[in-house]
């Protein structure tokens, strides 16, 4: 069964600046798909942004994006432009498994 | 307005009840399905369901019970054989071209407390 390893439990950015959350995760399969969900105070999860393992490009959601290498079973979220509501937990998922979770405070 | 809705916001149970949470969704969704979340962990699955009158067991299904009647609705009941049961119910649904490759829309949670 594949598992998802989020190794940053948590990190701060100044808004306006730019923050990378790392994810790993490991699968024998070949086409898969990968998500970051995010959950702001009010537990809410909501989908960041979603990639398709056979897609080359890596998807681009306004100021997030993510840097997918299929090869080195990483897939990490990036966000530009930081915002204080982008104050979250953040979840990588590869259905059915989800990471820990990594919480991201923006400071202004 | 589409979405989901869990109730109640928080729950509290005597040890030995069962206790069902609801969820109940409007998205039109054939797929809905029920995460156990506890502090430092991420979400873990409990169980779902991809079409009516079916569900499957997921990583954590030991001392739950879920129904599907219906499409709109997908109860979960903690019965009295989960041993730790204080956590926090996420339910969420998708369209169910595929459970893997679906977007999932969570409902707000219900926060279980075992006294």
């Known amino acids: 069964a594949q598992t998802v390893t989020q190794s940053q439990p948590e990190m701060s950015v100044q808004e306006a600046e730019t923050v990378t959350l790392s994810c790993t995760y490991d699968?024998?399969?070949?086409?898969?798909?990968l998500f970051w969900y995010k959950q702001p105070p009010s537990r809410q999860m909501i989908l960041v942004i979603r990639?398709?393992?056979?897609?080359?490009q890596n998807a681009t959601e306004n100021r997030f994006s993510v840097n997918f290498q299929k090869a080195a079973k990483s897939f990490s979220l990036k966000i530009s432009d930081s915002q204080l509501g982008d104050t979250a937990m953040y979840f990588c998922?590869?259905?059915?498994?989800f990471g820990a979770g990594t919480r991201l405070t923006v400071k202004p | 307005d589409g979405g989901i809705t869990q109730s109640p916001k928080y729950l509290f149970r005597k040890e030995g009840q069962n206790v069902t949470l609801s969820c109940e969704q409007n998205?039109?969704?054939?797929?809905m399905y029920w995460y156990r979340q506890d502090p430092g962990q991420g979400l873990r699955l409990i169980y779902y369901?991809?079409?009516?009158?079916?569900?499957q067991k997921g990583d954590i299904a030991e001392g739950y019970s879920v129904s599907r009647e219906k499409k709109e609705s997908f109860p979960l009941t903690v019965t009295s054989a989960q041993k730790n049961p204080t956590a926090f119910y996420l339910c969420?649904?998708?369209?169910?071209?595929?459970?893997?490759?679906?977007?999932?829309?969570f409902g707000p949670g219900t926060r279980l407390t075992v006294l």
């Open positions: 969420a649904s998708s369209i169910a071209t595929s459970a893997r490759g679906d977007t999932q829309y």
């Open positions: 699968t024998s399969e070949n086409n898969y798909y």
């Open positions: 990639q398709e393992a056979y897609k080359q």
């Open positions: 998922a590869f259905w059915p498994r």
């Open positions: 998205l039109n969704h054939d797929a």
């Open positions: 369901s991809q079409i009516v009158n079916d569900f």
